[in-house]
């Protein structure tokens, strides 16, 4: 298929990729004349995809009635031009760090449009918040003493929220669920009396708000709903203790964004390996034992159930997955089973939108006079981004095919890191075929990059055509949390950055030299 629309950003024409109205090839071309060898990989945005994504949230928020604002976590995506972007659509800045409250000023936010998150702020810091008027989130009692003694110092008054944690799963990675009872974020409802007890009587604090933030990559909208129960009913406690200041509630950020939509595209042509084939199997079978067992008197269902599960563990078929994700709903077991055996159920479009979760908190926030506070990252900024790559040849290693590129895990992380899906496509059409004319020839390969490491895979297990030398690779909704965990490692630069509007381009990063790598060490011999 050689036209294809992956987005309103994103497409395929003639089988060449274009960002908006940029050819990555042409695009390519263009830099390697700019930067030579150092000009691919590269990270490619899309302006009107970041518009387009917090006008979706805006639209929901403004049709709901309530009153809102929203905030961007810096730390999916810190680059400059994009902060200057939320800030132009009109979002607020949510900080992690002394830096990103230093650039968020720096890109024209106003202070008090920022607000400082995290669980293990330093002294200077929190100075930086108080000097300039930013919020701050308050998340131990140690951190409030901190923030206590900085504003004695300074004599200066800050507004801060309380960050709860409610021990609610948001049923994501372990290393991306942040509000269980045993996450080091936020405090457990038996410290919420001695915090205020600490802040009560004191003037220069003012408590203006409860903060809790679930995770990331949540695919569901009830534990929003969830939360802001929690959260509504210690809000009401906390103002008829004597904080009537207590106005906002800020559920945090952690939407998700549908990195598998077009995994079908490029599901593995070989199926299953005969290795695991048998193992398979057996897993497949105990899970239609368990569906047999809950569905027992629902024999009109069943049947077609188990046919639908048996079909996708194959096959993608949008419809089937649908039916089989609502029927399993109420199940979180065995749904989790089924997702672990049946990717295709994290390929149907089961991402809420951000209408879906405004609608979630709508009718029990509409109810209070509280004003609410998101913190969207990955869902303004994840999709936006594609990461544009070249190969540097194809190998065998027995059975198993490799696509090596000059991309790798010093970019984008997130495969190494959490196991994560990007998908993965040819920028252009592929030069290598059995014979002239004849059509690509398609394998099976797992793509790699160059550093010295095992884990270094950007995808496994992709049916792709087998690539020509320099053939243009993209992996995609690499926006977040990819080139803000960018590293060094193997003294790699980390990569040019394009920003597209339209049928133009601009370089918003260029790439790091040696002397960029070497800049900060002292050197004496």
């Given at each position: 298929m050689k036209e294809f629309a992956f987005s309103s950003s994103l497409s395929l024409r003639n089988g060449f990729l274009f960002c908006e109205d940029v050819?990555?090839?042409?695009?390519?071309?263009?830099?390697?004349?700019?930067?030579?060898?150092?000009?691919?990989?590269?990270?490619?945005?899309?302006?009107?995809?970041?518009?387009?994504?917090?006008?979706?949230?805006?639209?929901?928020?403004?049709?709901?009635?309530?009153?809102?604002?929203?905030?961007?976590?810096?730390?999916?995506?810190?680059?400059?031009?994009?902060?200057?972007?939320?800030?132009?659509?009109?979002?607020?800045?949510?900080?992690v760090s002394g830096f990103e409250v230093t650039l968020a000023i720096q890109r024209g936010i106003c202070p008090e449009n920022i607000i400082l998150n995290g669980n293990g702020k330093q002294i200077w810091e929190i100075e930086i918040a108080v000097k300039n008027g930013c919020l701050i989130n308050v998340d131990s009692i140690f951190d409030l003493q901190n923030i206590l003694k900085v504003t004695q110092?300074?004599?200066?008054?800050?507004?801060?929220?309380?960050?709860?944690?409610?021990?609610?799963?948001?049923?994501?990675?372990?290393?991306?669920?942040?509000?269980?009872?045993?996450?080091?974020?936020?405090?457990?409802?038996?410290?919420?009396?001695e915090l205020l007890n600490m802040m009560k009587d004191n003037k220069n604090i003012e408590l203006v708000g409860l903060h809790c933030h679930l995770g990331s990559t949540?695919?569901?909208?009830?534990?929003?709903?969830?939360?802001?129960?929690?959260?509504?009913?210690?809000?009401?406690?906390?103002?008829?203790?004597?904080f009537t200041t207590l106005s906002t509630l800020n559920l945090g950020g952690g939407l998700g964004i549908n990195y598998r939509q077009h995994e079908h595209r490029t599901r593995r042509c070989d199926k299953l390996k005969e290795s695991t084939k048998k193992d398979f199997e057996s897993?497949?079978?105990?899970?239609?034992?368990?569906?047999?067992?809950?569905?027992?008197?629902?024999?009109?269902?069943?049947?077609?159930?188990?046919?639908?599960?048996?079909?996708?563990?194959?096959?993608?078929?949008?419809?089937?997955?649908?039916?089989?994700?609502t029927l399993l709903s109420d199940h979180k077991e065995i749904l989790h089973d089924a997702v672990?055996?049946?990717?295709?159920?994290?390929?149907?479009?089961?991402?809420?939108?951000?209408?879906?979760?405004?609608?979630?908190?709508?009718?029990?926030?509409?109810?209070?006079?509280?004003?609410l506070i998101l913190e969207p990252g990955r869902s303004l900024i994840g999709n936006a981004v594609t990461f544009i790559t070249k190969v540097i040849g194809v190998k065998r290693n027995g059975s198993q095919r490799y696509i090596v590129v000059d991309g790798s895990m010093t970019e984008v992380?997130?495969?190494?890191?959490?196991?994560?899906?990007?998908?993965?496509?040819?920028?252009?059409?592929?030069?290598?075929?059995?014979?002239?004319?004849?059509?690509?020839?398609?394998?099976?390969?797992?793509?790699?990059?160059?550093?010295c490491e095992c884990g270094d895979f950007l995808g496994k297990e992709r049916a792709l055509s087998v690539p020509h030398e320099g053939c243009g690779v993209?992996?995609?909704?690499?926006?977040?949390?990819?080139?803000?965990?960018?590293?060094?490692?193997?003294?790699?630069?980390?990569?040019?950055?394009?920003?597209?509007?339209?049928?133009?381009?601009?370089?918003?990063?260029?790439?790091?030299?040696?002397e960029d790598i070497l800049s900060s060490f002292v050197c004496e011999s």
């Open positions: 050819q990555i090839r042409e695009m390519q071309d263009s830099l390697s004349a700019m930067f030579s060898c150092h000009s691919s990989p590269c990270f490619v945005y899309s302006k009107q995809q970041i518009a387009e994504n917090v006008q979706a949230y805006r639209l929901a928020l403004d049709n709901s009635g309530l009153k809102y604002e929203i905030g961007y976590s810096m730390k999916a995506n810190y680059n400059p031009e994009v902060i200057g972007l939320m800030r132009r659509f009109g979002c607020w800045a949510i900080a110092k300074l004599e200066k008054k800050v507004q801060v929220l309380i960050r709860l944690n409610p021990d609610i799963n948001a049923e994501v990675h372990p290393y991306l669920a942040t509000g269980l009872a045993k996450s080091k974020f936020g405090i457990e409802d038996g410290q919420l009396f949540i695919d569901n909208t009830h534990v929003f709903s969830e939360c802001l129960d929690v959260m509504i009913s210690l809000a009401d406690k906390v103002k008829q203790y004597g897993e497949i079978n105990h899970l239609i034992s368990k569906v047999e067992a809950t569905f027992a008197d629902k024999s009109g269902e069943i049947v077609g159930l188990i046919s639908d599960i048996s079909r996708l563990t194959s096959d993608y078929n949008e419809e089937k997955v649908k039916r089989l994700k672990l055996l049946i990717p295709s159920l994290k390929t149907q479009n089961c991402i809420p939108t951000p209408s879906e979760l405004i609608a979630s908190v709508k009718e029990r926030l509409s109810k209070s006079d509280y004003r992380i997130r495969p190494a890191l959490y196991s994560a899906y990007h998908h993965i496509e040819l920028a252009e059409p592929s030069t290598v075929s059995s014979s002239q004319n004849a059509p690509p020839i398609v394998e099976t390969f797992d793509v790699v990059g160059p550093v993209a992996v995609f909704d690499t926006g977040a949390y990819c080139a803000s965990m960018a590293s060094n490692y193997n003294m790699r630069p980390r990569p040019l950055e394009v920003m597209v509007e339209g049928n133009s381009w601009k370089v918003i990063r260029t790439p790091e030299k040696l």
